[in-house]
T-cell receptor, first 113, second 116 residues
């Protein structure tokens, strides 16, 4: 069953504006969440992560928000740049499952000039 | 520091054959995981190795197997290939230590396997 869901398969945003990507999960045992970016023919690139004990984590243009009660996390990219056009994956893992991530289906982001 | 290296990048096999894919983790990383990516199923976890021992296994048939060597390098093997095994196979490594619990996985660029 799909424990991590990205319900928006695509997102189009203008350069300079904010991109907001959403992710929902069902397993309350998840305690670490990650966002990856993927270009075609390449492996996913780690962007940012958040532990379940926090509700926000920032790294440059990227901010991840976690709402545990709603089992929802989001990734904000500000400002969006053309190089941000890629597929973004949300992922999660339970305690002690170091290498076992559950991935969402991905959101294709297109940043237009 | 070099990233995760996977070889070969592309592979074409026929049904019934077997294949071995190789992965060299980031230096110092002791945990190696394998994933399969297909258009229909997305990114699916295959297995994870640490100190030459399998720690976790995903829901794949026994035709999929792996191993890890003492230098942390890993291989995965798929026997009796089926058309549905065509996919991008990704290897990832992480720094698995008590002080680095929240350590992300770092992925290689994958091996694109086509089964005809």
């Amino acid at each position: 069953d799909q424990q991590v869901k990205q319900n928006s398969p695509s997102l189009s945003v203008q350069e300079g504006r904010i991109s907001i990507l959403n992710c929902d999960y069902t397993n309350s045992m998840f305690d670490y969440f990650l966002w990856y970016k993927k270009y075609p023919a390449e492996g996913p690139t780690f962007l940012i992560s958040i532990s379940s004990i926090k509700d926000k984590n920032e790294d440059g243009r990227f901010t991840v928000f976690l709402n545990k009660s709603a089992k929802h996390l989001s990734l904000h990219i500000v400002p969006s740049q053309p190089g941000d056009s890629a597929v973004y994956f949300c992922a999660a893992r339970v305690t002690d499952s170091w290498g076992k991530l559950q991935f969402g289906a991905g959101t294709q982001v297109v940043v237009t000039p | 520091k070099a990233g995760v290296t996977q070889t070969p990048r592309y592979l074409i096999k026929t049904r019934g054959q077997q294949v071995t894919l190789s992965c060299s983790p980031i230096s110092g990383h002791r945990s190696v995981s394998w994933y399969q990516q297909t258009p229909g199923q997305g990114l699916q976890f295959l297995f994870e190795y640490f100190s030459e021992t399998q720690r976790n296994k995903g829901n794949f048939p026994g035709r999929f197997s792996g191993r890890q060597f003492s230098n942390s390098r890993s291989e995965m093997n798929v026997s009796t290939l089926e058309l549905g095994d065509s996919a991008l196979y990704l290897c990832a490594s992480s720094l698995m230590a008590a002080s680095s619990y929240n350590s992300p996985l770092h992925f290689g660029n994958g091996t694109r396997l086509t089964v005809t």
